[in-house]
């Protein structure tokens, strides 16, 4: 098997067994003279081409693959029917942007723009190709299925990335110690927040909001915040250096910052830690993809507390393996979060459950890996 990447994001990324892997260099910037709208199209032709580049010698060898699988939202797999037309695509459909319903409009505190608009339209071109180009077509929940024009609905499969239950589980001796000398264990009173980017996207400022409300109720409470100041999906603020300053500036005085504390980008193991520690996670996000970290966090044994918004209730659902709260409601987050905080014995079935939901159906080595060889065997 061959694997084929942009060098910029796999050079320290684990290598799969008996695989040879091939990597191309990261493609030129966009032309400062390309129009806002088709800058994404124009990166992903570049990556296109850069990993045709990267196959070709191979082609030129006799190399025929049988299969390719590839995330077409970038472009890599652009041009691969073109230099492999025996080879069958499957596509990974992560999500298809739509101007209304979904993630973009859904916060009235940041109104679209018909820029906006019009961008996101054009945004899709490229996954437009990969319904056109593809063999096979799979995506990770119902919901991200449901995105995707509906002629193509009944070509895509449901098939998630799965999750390592065995790595991502419960640790009764699960330790984190903190910059301040502070040793947080399961079983402490531990509220966890995690997101690639600390952005409204996933729910930060409703997040940020309910802390006061958290922080007076439970005075022994710790919490811990991860992820990264960059925002990952949505734009940056304009009116402050990060999302994370924006609203600790907005909230000043009201957080008790020596019980709060943001952690940024962690390394794997040490963010299992804090997924271990935890006495109850919240989970907030617009209506959009499905964050692994939610996943992970059932897997782990956490209580999630989830937004009441696609696709968090298509594998969250309330006061059987986790509990549902709204998304634009801080004073209502904040009372659930506390009442779970104080009585954690009342949630511990839930938190059973939201565990054996995640082995039942997306436990990669039983589930998930089975449903891609066979997928492959299909194929091939």
């Given amino acids: ?30 032309s400062e003279s390309t129009h806002g709208y088709v800058k994404n199209m124009e990166s992903a032709v570049r990556r296109g081409q850069e990993a045709v580049k990267a196959m070709l010698p191979l082609k030129y060898e006799g190399y025929e693959p049988n299969v390719i699988y590839t995330h077409p939202g970038w472009g890599d797999a652009l041009f691969m029917k073109d230099i492999f037309p025996a080879a069958k695509v499957v596509s990974l459909l992560e999500y298809f942007y739509h101007p209304r319903g979904a993630d973009v409009g859904f916060d009235p505190e940041f109104p679209l723009s018909f820029d906006d608009i019009f961008r996101l339209r054009i945004l899709n071109s490229v996954q437009l190709h990969a ?3 593809s063999d096979r077509l799979i995506s990770p929940t119902t919901w991200q299925r449901s995105r995707y024009p509906a002629a193509y609905h009944s070509r895509i499969d449901v098939l998630h990335e799965g999750i390592d239950t065995k790595l991502v589980a419960p640790n009764p001796q699960a330790a984190l110690s903190l910059t301040n000398g502070l040793t947080l264990r399961a079983g402490d009173e531990v509220l966890t927040y995690v997101s690639r980017g600390l952005e409204p996207y996933r729910g930060f400022h409703s997040f ?18 991860v992820g990264d100041d960059k925002p990952s999906y949505g734009p940056a603020p304009k009116q402050a250096a990060s999302w994370r300053q924006l609203y600790l500036d907005e909230l000043a005085g009201q957080i008790d910052l020596e019980r ?16 271990q520690v935890s006495r109850v996670h919240l989970y907030l996000t617009y209506p959009f ?14 209580l999630v507390i989830g937004s009441d918004t696609a696709p968090v209730q298509e594998v969250l659902f309330h006061q059987y393996n986790g509990m549902i709260c709204p998304f634009f409601e801080p004073d209502t987050i904040a009372a659930q979060v506390s009442d779970a905080l104080a009585n954690p014995a009342s949630y511990q079935a839930l938190r059973e459950r939201a565990r054996s939901f995640v082995i039942q159906n997306f436990d990669f080595e039983s589930i998930v890996f089975p449903k891609h060889l066979s997928l492959l065997a299909s194929l091939a």
């Fill in 1 to 30: 098997m061959t694997t084929l990447a942009d060098a910029s994001w796999t050079a320290e990324s684990p290598a799969l067994a008996n695989t040879r892997r091939l990597t191309y260099p990261k493609p030129e910037t966009t």
């Fill in 131 to 133: 319904l056109q180009s």
């Fill in 208 to 225: 940020m909001r309910a802390l006061p409300a958290i922080l007076r109720e439970r005075p022994e409470c710790r919490v811990l915040i």
């Fill in 260 to 275: 709060v504390f943001f952690l940024g980008a962690l390394p794997y193991d040490q963010y299992l830690t804090v997924l």
């Fill in 289 to 302: 993809i499905l964050s692994w970290s939610m996943l992970e966090a059932m897997s782990a044994g956490c």
